[in-house]
């Protein structure tokens, strides 16, 4: 089955413990993207790739760290959490230029929560 | 930048009303629209999309036009179903298409 896998599920942490929250999709696809839902904002972009070693800054990328080594996997890395981080993550793909037609596949979410 | 704003929640309908959830966008160049759905507990679906002006999309009985005159995206079903409540979102691709921009999500309920 064609899906995008995050790890874990729910999350609870203390201020300061780094953490990383893995994604892994089995479709191939060059882009992938991080996102927070916050209540009343939607979704906004953390970081993005378009590819291997190819990583660039979304809208809130302050306080996370991303890398794109292996064209499956894209880990979301908190090296100082803090409360206000405490969210709902998702990770989505999409295939390159696909995005138009398909739109991007996301994960079930991972909902953190920084103490 | 490019922004998305949808009418806020939560809509409250009987079982078989006619839905209305309004989206309107800001964006540059000629972005691709989507509607997404997020059913309790879970992560985002797609639901429909159009991918230039006028298009219309459809799934499971809803539809949105993309009309650039207005920047709307309008979502609309003509009957909805208890099974339809959950959080719908408005959202825009940009050009390069590594970027979603999405509105604020407005919750639907729908009673029996």
Not at chain 1, 2 to 23: E, M
Request: charged share 20%; proline share 5%; glycine share 10%.
């Amino acid at each position: 089955e064609a899906q995008v896998t995050q790890n874990p599920r729910y999350l609870i942490t203390v201020t300061g413990k780094k953490l990383t929250v893995t994604c892994s999709q089995n479709m191939n696809h060059e882009y992938m993207s991080w996102y927070r839902q916050d209540p009343g904002l939607g979704l906004r972009q953390i970081y993005y790739s378009m590819n291997v070693e190819v990583t660039d800054k979304g809208d809130v990328p302050e306080g996370y760290k991303v890398s794109r080594k292996e064209k499956r996997n894209f880990p979301l890395i908190l090296e100082s959490p803090s409360p206000n981080q405490t969210s709902l993550y998702f990770c989505a793909s999409s295939p390159a230029g696909g995005g138009r037609n398909y739109g991007y596949t996301f994960g079930s979410g991972t909902r953190l929560t920084v103490v | 930048g490019n922004s998305v704003t949808q009418m806020e929640g939560p809509v409250t309908l009987s079982e078989e009303a006619f839905l209305t959830i309004n989206c309107t966008y800001t964006a540059t160049g000629y972005p691709s629209l989507f509607w997404y759905v997020q059913y309790p507990g879970e992560g985002l679906q797609l639901l429909l999309k159009a991918t230039k002006a006028d298009d219309k999309g459809s799934n499971k009985g809803f539809e949105a036009t993309y009309r650039k005159e207005t920047t709307s995206f309008h979502l609309e079903k003509g009957s909805v179903q208890v099974s339809d409540s959950a959080v719908y979102f408005c959202a825009l691709l940009n050009n390069a298409g590594n970027m979603l921009t999405f509105g604020g999500g407005t919750r639907l309920m729908v009673k029996p």
